[in-house]
């Protein structure tokens, strides 16, 4: 896949852009409640996620040895 995530850290102007985007009532989960078993599978489905990505900072120093 050519525009697959490749590093943790996207560059400041995306982070912009991601910001403006999600703000307010633009973000999809505007004023919706969540119960305690949701934030736990959903934080859980996260960390499984971004565990698999490596960090730039990581690759560099493996790189750089």
Excluded: F
């Amino acid at each position: 896949m050519e525009n697959k995530r490749q590093w943790r850290e996207p560059d400041d102007a995306t982070r912009a852009k991601m910001s403006a985007k999600k703000a307010g009532c633009n973000n999809p989960n505007y004023g919706k409640e969540r119960d305690e078993a949701t934030k736990r599978l959903i934080s859980n489905k996260l960390k499984a996620y971004w565990a698999e990505i490596p960090s730039r900072n990581n690759n560099i120093k493996t790189e750089n040895q």
